[in-house]
C-alpha cells in the first residue's frame, strides 16, 4: 500500500514533477515567469505543454481542460482530447504550448452582468502558472482566468489575483519603511473551515426541493434536534468515517492538505480544515474540496449537503476563513512578534486591519451576500449581520493604554511606547474564546466567519486584500514624508485606534442588546442580500476596486447585477418549487389521508352504528381546513412570483423578491409543516427531518 507521502501530489504537476520532466532552462525560465508575473514565451510553453501531456498520458489521461471559475459561483471545464490525426489513419497525442496558455471557451453562456452587451462577446482563458496543473478524473486541468477579449475580468480568480498584486505593492511598502530589504513579496493566506452535511443518498433523491435547490423547503421539526449537543466532535458513524477517509485520499492526492475532520453542532453535520496556504491557491483549493465532497459522497451512497441552510432548526453551515499576511521569507505580519521592533511594525498592520473593517463594513458583509447565507447571518447561530471585530480584552486593554497614553494594567506595568516595549504574548487561548464575532482575531491571523458553506472564498478575500492594501497605501503615504518616523508611526497608531475603535467588540453577537449598541455606534446593519449588495456600487467603493486595479466601475457593476440577478433567480426556483411540491405532492397525499380517515370512520360506522368517531372527525375537520390555508398561501406565492417580473431594475427585483416572496414562502412552509406533523408517515410524500437527519 502507498503512503500518505507518496500519494500526496501525486496527481499534480507541480514544482518537483516540473524539476524532474523539465529540461533546465525551460525550468528556469518558467519559474522566472511566474516570479515575475509575466506571459510565458511561447517556445517554453511548447516545452512545458509537451512535458505535461506525456506526464498526464501515463497516468492514463487523455483529455485536457482549461479550469476556470466563472461568475456562477462553481469551476467550468471543456474537455479536449489530446488526439490528433495522422496521414496514414492514426492519432497521435498532442499539446501545444498554445493550447496550454490560452484557451477559448465559448463565453456567450457564462453570467457578464452587462458586459458583453457593450464590450465584446468572446472571451479567452488564460493559464495562471502561479496553481499548479492537475488531474481529475483522467482530465488534465490547466487552471486559468478568464477574460473578455477587451480585458474584463468575467470570472472569481483575475481579480483575486490583482488584489493579490495590491496587497503585495503596499505591504512592501510598509516593510520597507520598517528597514526590512530581504522580503520580496508578500502575500495573503488562508485556510478555510468547510462545513457541511452528509445523509442518505437515497433519502435525498426522494426530495425535490433538495434536487432542485439543495435545502428543505418544508419539514417538521423532528422531536429530537441538535438540543442535547451529543454530535459535536462527538465519536464518527463507520460509514461517515469511511466517507472522510476516501476523501482525504483525493484531496491528497491533488496537493490538497486536507487536515482535520470533525463532526459539527448539528446532527449529520461536519467539518474539514486544511492547512492555510496562499489565497490563490486556497481559493482553487476549495473548489476542488467542495466539488470532490459531492462526488464522493456519491460512491458512498451519500449526498453532500453544502448549502448554507439544509434544514430549518438546527445550525445551518458556514466556512471561516482564516486570513493572514506573510512575506516570502516565512514571517506572519499579523503576528506580534517578540520584539519592540516587530511589535511596532505588528501594531501598524493590526491598525491598518482595524481601519480596513471599519471603513469598509459594507463590502465585507456584502461579500458574503447570498440567497442562503441570509438564512444564518443575524440568525443566532452563525454572526450577525453587523460587522465588528473581535481583538480579545488583552489586545484591547493595549490598544486604550496607546490611545490614552496611560498605563496598561495587564501584563504590561508600565505605559506603553511604540517601538520601545515588547508587547505580551497572546495565548490563542485568550484570543479565541469569542464564538460569536463575525471577523476575530486568534493570535496570529484573523478569523472572518461570516462566509456562507457554498460561498467560493474568492470574492471576501478580494475585498480583503483590497481594502487592507488601501490602508497600508494610506499608511505608507503618511509615513514614507515623515522628518521622524518613529514619532509618525505612534501618532498614526493612535489616531487610528481612536477614530476607528468603535468596530472592535468582544462582546456576545448573538445578544439583542449588541444590535441597539452597534447602531448607537453607527454601524451598518444590513439585514439581508437585497439590503446588503446595492453598497457595492456606492462611489466609495467604485473608486477604491478602480485605485487598486481590482474592478473598473463597469466590473463592479456587472458584478453587482449578477449578484442581485442571482439572488432573484435562487428564490424564483425555491418558490416554484415549493409550488410544484404543494400541488402535485403535498396536497394529493393529504387528501388520500383525508379519505384514509374518513373511510375509516365510515366503515366503523357501519359496524357499530353507536361510535361517535370523534378523533377521525376532528383530524378530517382540521386537516381539510389546514388544506385551504394551503390552498390560499399557495396562491399567494403563486400571484407574489408572477408580480416580481414587472421589476426590470435588478436592485428593486431583489428587494421585492425578499419582501413578499420570501414571505410568502414562509407562510406557505409553516402551513404544510403544520399538516406534516398531522399527517401519517406512510401517507406523507417525502422523507421526514427525523430520517434525513438520523439515518446515515
Ligand atoms: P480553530 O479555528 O478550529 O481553532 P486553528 O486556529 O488551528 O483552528 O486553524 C484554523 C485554520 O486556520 C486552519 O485551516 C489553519 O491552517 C488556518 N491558519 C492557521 N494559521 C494561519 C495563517 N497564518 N494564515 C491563514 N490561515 C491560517
Ligand atoms: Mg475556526
Redesign the pocket.
Known amino acids: 500500500m502507498s503512503t500518505v507521502p507518496d500519494i500526496f501530489g501525486s496527481m499534480v504537476f507541480n514544482d518537483a514533477t516540473m524539476k524532474e520532466r523539465l529540461p533546465k532552462e525551460t525550468y528556469r525560465a518558467l519559474k522566472k515567469t511566474v516570479r515575475e508575473g509575466k506571459i510565458l514565451d511561447i517556445t517554453v510553453a511548447n516545452v512545458v505543454a509537451n512535458a505535461m501531456k506525456d506526464w498526464a498520458v501515463e497516468k492514463g489521461v487523455t483529455h485536457f481542460t482549461h479550469w476556470f471559475q466563472p461568475m456562477t459561483g462553481i469551476t467550468a471545464e471543456k474537455h479536449d482530447s489530446f488526439i490528433s490525426p495522422l496521414d496514414d489513419g492514426n492519432v497521435i497525442m498532442e499539446f501545444s504550448g498554445k493550447e496550454l496558455i490560452k484557451g477559448e471557451p465559448d463565453a456567450s453562456s457564462f453570467p457578464s452582468g452587462g458586459l458583453r452587451a457593450t464590450f465584446e462577446a468572446r472571451g479567452y482563458t488564460a493559464w495562471d502558472p502561479t496553481s499548479y496543473a492537475f488531474i481529475k478524473e483522467n482530465v488534465l486541468c490547466i487552471p486559468t482566468a478568464f477574460c473578455s477579449y477587451s480585458g474584463e475580468a468575467l470570472d472569481k480568480k483575475t481579480p483575486l489575483l490583482r488584489s493579490m498584486e495590491a496587497i503585495n505593492t503596499q505591504a512592501l511598502r510598509i516593510l520597507r519603511l520598517f528597514g526590512n530589504t530581504t522580503a520580496t513579496r508578500v502575500l495573503t493566506?488562508?485556510?478555510p473551515?468547510q462545513e457541511y452535511f452528509l445523509i442518505d443518498k437515497e433519502l435525498y433523491l426522494k426530495r425535490k426541493d433538495l434536487r432542485f435547490t439543495g435545502r428543505t423547503l418544508f419539514g417538521a421539526k423532528p422531536p429530537k434536534g441538535q438540543e442535547l449537543e451529543d454530535h459535536y466532535f462527538g465519536s464518527i458513524k463507520p460509514r461517515v468515517a469511511q466517507f472522510m477517509a476516501d476523501l482525504d485520499q483525493e484531496l491528497w492526492k491533488l496537493g490538497i492538505l486536507a487536515k482535520t475532520e470533525h463532526n459539527e453542532v448539528a446532527p449529520a453535520q461536519h467539518e474539514l480544515?486544511?492547512?492555510?496556504t496562499n489565497t490563490n491557491i486556497a481559493t482553487d483549493h476549495n473548489q476542488l474540496t467542495m466539488e470532490l465532497m459531492k462526488k464522493v459522497a456519491d460512491r458512498h451512497g451519500l449526498a453532500c449537503l453544502l448549502h448554507e441552510k439544509p434544514f430549518a432548526g438546527v445550525n445551518g453551515s458556514g466556512k471561516?476563513n482564516?486570513?493572514?499576511i506573510?512575506t516570502n521569507t516565512g514571517v506572519?505580519l499579523l503576528d506580534p512578534g517578540k520584539t519592540p521592533y516587530e511589535n511596532a511594525q505588528f501594531l501598524l498592520f493590526l491598525t491598518a486591519v482595524i481601519k480596513a473593517v471599519d471603513e469598509y463594513q459594507d463590502l465585507l458583509r456584502l461579500s458574503v451576500a447570498t440567497a442562503g447565507n441570509d438564512h444564518r447571518l443575524g440568525a443566532n447561530e452563525a454572526p450577525p449581520a453587523i460587522v465588528s471585530m473581535f481583538l480579545g480584552d488583552e489586545l484591547t486593554e493595549i490598544l486604550k493604554a496607546i490611545e490614552s497614553g496611560s498605563a496598561y494594567n495587564g501584563t504590561v506595568k508600565e505605559e506603553m511606547e511604540i517601538g520601545v516595549d515588547v508587547l505580551p504574548h497572546f495565548p490563542k487561548d485568550t484570543t479565541?474564546r469569542n464564538r460569536t464575532s463575525p471577523f476575530a482575531f486568534?493570535g496570529?491571523?484573523f478569523?472572518f466567519r461570516m462566509l456562507g458553506s457554498t460561498l467560493s472564498i474568492s470574492g471576501p478575500n478580494i475585498v480583503l486584500n483590497t481594502i487592507v492594501a488601501e490602508e497600508l497605501g494610506q499608511f505608507a503615504d503618511e509615513l514614507e514624508n515623515a522628518s521622524d518616523f518613529k514619532a509618525a508611526l505612534g501618532g498614526l497608531i493612535k489616531r487610528t485606534i481612536k477614530e476607528h475603535k468603535r468596530i472592535i467588540f468582544n462582546g456576545n453577537g448573538y445578544d439583542d442588546a449588541w444590535i441597539t449598541e452597534a447602531e448607537s455606534r453607527g454601524l451598518l446593519n444590513l439585514h439581508s442580500t437585497a439590503d446588503a449588495l446595492p453598497y457595492f456600487c456606492a462611489d466609495k467603493n467604485l473608486t477604491l476596486f478602480e485605485k487598486h486595479h481590482i474592478f473598473t466601475r463597469q466590473e463592479v457593476r456587472s458584478r453587482c447585477e449578477i449578484m442581485l440577478e442571482n439572488y432573484c433567480k435562487v428564490l424564483s426556483i425555491e418558490a416554484l418549487t415549493m409550488l410544484e411540491m404543494v400541488k402535485k405532492d403535498i396536497l394529493p397525499a393529504t387528501y388520500s389521508y383525508i379519505k384514509r380517515l374518513s373511510d375509516t370512520a365510515v366503515s366503523a360506522r357501519s359496524l357499530c352504528p353507536d361510535l361517535t368517531c370523534e378523533s377521525e372527525i376532528k383530524m378530517v375537520s382540521k386537516l381539510s381546513s389546514l388544506c385551504n390555508c394551503l390552498y390560499v398561501k399557495a396562491d399567494n406565492l403563486d400571484k407574489a412570483v408572477i408580480g416580481a417580473k414587472t421589476y426590470a431594475d435588478p436592485a428593486e427585483a431583489a428587494s421585492y423578491y425578499r419582501q413578499y416572496v420570501f414571505a410568502a414562502m414562509q407562510e406557505l412552509r409553516a402551513v404544510a409543516d403544520e399538516i406534516e406533523g398531522m399527517v401519517g408517515e406512510k401517507y406523507w410524500p417525502y422523507p421526514t427531518y427525523g430520517a434525513l437527519l438520523f439515518s446515515v
Open positions: 493566506t488562508v485556510g473551515e480544515a486544511p492547512i492555510f471561516h482564516n486570513w493572514s506573510s506572519n479565541d486568534t496570529n491571523k478569523e
